[in-house]
């Protein structure tokens, strides 16, 4: 049963992988590997459970007899719930921190974001939605950045091709925005909430790689673009009956929606309590300030929500998809085969930054989040009474180099991030020209970036 259950996941990183192939979603592809992955475990729980749990099964029973009906039941409510418990907490985070952009968005507060991009020297332009989408996604989640940056740069651009090279430098930005921080993509939420790593440590110590890899890459991108780029006229765009807000109205709710975004890591380290809690606490609060900055637009007749269905669809994708790896991983890790396999890695690998060039490379073809939660689940967090390498205790170095690379794999080949099959997909691009233009000069940026953070590590520790 073990090895049916790894043939699934790994038909499922294959299909997850060829999305751009067979156009089989993979978040239905991922729902579909937890949901199976369980229903197959729970087959054959006993066995699992006396080799995984024997010790807890005992104490469970408490003198009962040990039934196929006692063994399900300890896995529901005391193996399963708890792997639920934590995919919630990520998922949980995303919807809140998502629908703090829906709010913002739907009530103009990024509007000013075109007034910035008022120009027709491509090299500003490049810049300017390079910087707002790096800035943007470490402090939301790199996919609505890109999402709503695309659909931004697709009003302004009108050339096919240049909207080609703008589109992939919003994706390259966005993947190493979201890097930088705990809350601007997945991996490092997952990493935050399990108790790897502390906001600060975590985002300090990848300022510099990710501002390097971002850097390089786009500079070399901007030597594809001509002088002048084609552009629209950039006005602030006419919202109907949407809104009615006031500028300083508008900056209220920025405030509320990105300070109190900034202000959960403080509210995580003072109350002990999930991120997600946090994240509730603000949607709560910003959704009362739109409650009333909005008390005559509440008539569902007549408001015009602007926002594109695309964004919603792809949010809504991206939850599913997380909570399916997050489930999917988590039955593996109980068949044991992930302890077997950090065996065999300690033994023939053996380094934690050859592991992360692993990690960048799995990335780069199969998925990002996916890559970087199967090396994750590779290696328990420790601390120091184990006597285990500190690579792996709390704000070792292992965790972050396998998100870095796993991060800036993305950007290699754009199907290995959600954000570069957004793009892919709206622009209508090819993966061979994507590499060929894009690709191995985000693969430079990362290189150099991840020496720096190897040169850092070994002067800083």
Same mark, same amino acid.
């Given at each position: 049963?073990?090895?049916? @259950?790894?043939? =699934?996941? /790994?038909?499922?990183? @294959?299909?997850?992988?060829?999305?751009?192939?067979?156009?089989?979603?993979?978040?239905?592809?991922?729902?579909?590997?937890?949901? =199976?992955?369980?229903?197959?475990?729970?087959?054959?729980?006993?066995?699992?459970?006396?080799?995984?749990?024997?010790?807890?099964?005992?104490?469970?029973?408490?003198?009962?007899?040990?039934?196929?009906?006692?063994?399900?039941?300890?896995?529901?409510?005391?193996?399963?719930?708890?792997?639920?418990?934590?995919?919630?907490?990520? =998922?949980?985070? #995303?919807?809140?921190?998502?629908?703090?952009?829906?709010?913002?968005?739907?009530?103009?507060?990024?509007?000013?974001?075109?007034?910035?991009?008022?120009?027709?020297?491509?090299?500003?332009?490049?810049?300017? /939605?390079?910087?707002?989408?790096?800035?943007?996604?470490?402090?939301?989640?790199?996919?609505?950045?890109? #999402?709503?940056?695309?659909?931004?740069?697709?009003?302004?651009?009108?050339?096919?091709?240049?909207?080609?090279?703008?589109?992939?430098?919003?994706?390259?930005?966005?993947?190493?925005?979201? $890097?930088?921080?705990?809350?601007?993509?997945?991996?490092?939420?997952?990493?935050?909430? +399990?108790?790897?790593?502390?906001?600060?440590?975590?985002? +300090? /110590?990848?300022?510099?790689?990710?501002?390097?890899?971002?850097? @390089?890459?786009?500079?070399? %991108?901007?030597?594809? /673009?001509?002088?002048?780029?084609?552009?629209?006229?950039?006005?602030?765009?006419?919202?109907?009956?949407?809104?009615?807000?006031?500028?300083?109205?508008?900056?209220?709710?920025?405030?509320?929606? %990105?300070?109190?975004?900034?202000?959960?890591?403080?509210?995580?380290?003072?109350?002990?309590?999930?991120?997600?809690?946090?994240?509730?606490?603000?949607?709560?609060?910003?959704?009362?300030?739109?409650?009333?900055?909005?008390?005559?637009?509440?008539?569902?007749?007549?408001?015009?929500?602007?926002?594109?269905?695309?964004?919603?669809?792809?949010?809504?994708?991206?939850?599913?998809?997380?909570?399916?790896?997050?489930?999917?991983?988590?039955?593996?890790?109980?068949?044991?085969?992930?302890?077997?396999?950090?065996?065999?890695?300690?033994?023939?690998?053996?380094?934690?930054?050859?592991?992360? =060039?692993?990690?960048?490379?799995?990335?780069?073809?199969?998925?990002?989040?996916?890559?970087?939660?199967?090396?994750?689940?590779?290696?328990?967090?420790?601390?120091?009474?184990?006597?285990?390498?500190?690579?792996?205790?709390?704000?070792?170095?292992?965790?972050?180099?396998?998100?870095?690379?796993?991060?800036?794999?993305?950007?290699? #080949?754009?199907?290995?991030?959600?954000?570069?099959?957004?793009? %892919?997909?709206?622009?209508?691009?090819?993966?061979?020209?994507?590499?060929?233009?894009?690709?191995?000069?985000?693969?430079?940026?990362?290189?150099?970036?991840?020496?720096?953070?190897?040169?850092?590590? $070994?002067?800083?520790?």
């Amino acid at each position: 049963m073990t090895l049916i @259950i790894l043939a =699934v996941m /790994l038909v499922s990183l @294959i299909l997850i992988s060829t999305e751009h192939f067979t156009n089989i979603n993979k978040a239905a592809i991922a729902i579909f590997a937890g949901t =199976v992955g369980w229903v197959l475990y729970i087959c054959y729980g006993t066995d699992f459970i006396m080799g995984q749990h024997a010790a807890d099964y005992g104490s469970y029973l408490s003198g009962m007899k040990a039934t196929s009906v006692t063994a399900k039941h300890f896995i529901a409510g005391e193996i399963f719930l708890p792997y639920v418990g934590k995919a919630s907490e990520i =998922v949980l985070f #995303l919807l809140a921190t998502m629908t703090i952009v829906e709010i913002l968005s739907n009530n103009g507060c990024f509007d000013f974001l075109c007034q910035l991009l008022k120009t027709r020297n491509s090299q500003r332009m490049l810049w300017s /939605l390079a910087a707002i989408t790096f800035f943007i996604s470490a402090n939301l989640d790199n996919l609505t950045t890109t #999402l709503m940056m695309l659909i931004m740069m697709h009003g302004i651009i009108q050339s096919r091709r240049q909207r080609m090279i703008f589109g992939s430098a919003i994706v390259v930005s966005a993947n190493c925005g979201g $890097a930088l921080t705990v809350i601007g993509d997945p991996a490092g939420l997952v990493l935050w909430n +399990m108790g790897a790593v502390s906001a600060t440590n975590f985002s +300090m /110590l990848m300022l510099l790689p990710c501002l390097v890899a971002w850097g @390089i890459t786009i500079w070399l %991108i901007g030597r594809m /673009l001509p002088e002048r780029c084609d552009t629209d006229w950039i006005v602030m765009p006419y919202r109907g009956d949407d809104t009615r807000l006031t500028v300083w109205q508008r900056l209220l709710m920025l405030f509320v929606g %990105i300070g109190g975004l900034w202000f959960i890591p403080t509210f995580h380290n003072i109350t002990k309590l999930s991120p997600f809690l946090g994240a509730l606490c603000v949607l709560s609060v910003l959704w009362v300030v739109n409650e009333l900055v909005n008390r005559h637009l509440m008539n569902p007749d007549q408001i015009n929500h602007r926002k594109p269905q695309i964004l919603k669809y792809s949010v809504i994708q991206m939850i599913l998809y997380v909570m399916g790896i997050l489930l999917a991983m988590g039955v593996v890790t109980e068949t044991g085969l992930f302890v077997q396999l950090s065996e065999w890695c300690s033994r023939h690998v053996g380094d934690v930054w050859l592991m992360g =060039v692993l990690a960048g490379l799995m990335s780069s073809i199969v998925e990002s989040f996916a890559s970087c939660m199967s090396f994750f689940s590779l290696y328990p967090l420790t601390d120091a009474a184990t006597g285990v390498s500190p690579a792996f205790m709390y704000n070792g170095e292992y965790w972050r180099i396998v998100a870095y690379c796993t991060a800036m794999g993305g950007n290699i #080949l754009a199907v290995g991030s959600i954000c570069g099959l957004a793009m %892919i997909k709206m622009e209508r691009i090819h993966i061979g020209w994507y590499f060929r233009h894009v690709g191995w000069k985000a693969l430079v940026g990362t290189i150099v970036g991840l020496l720096v953070m190897f040169l850092m590590t $070994a002067y800083f520790g």
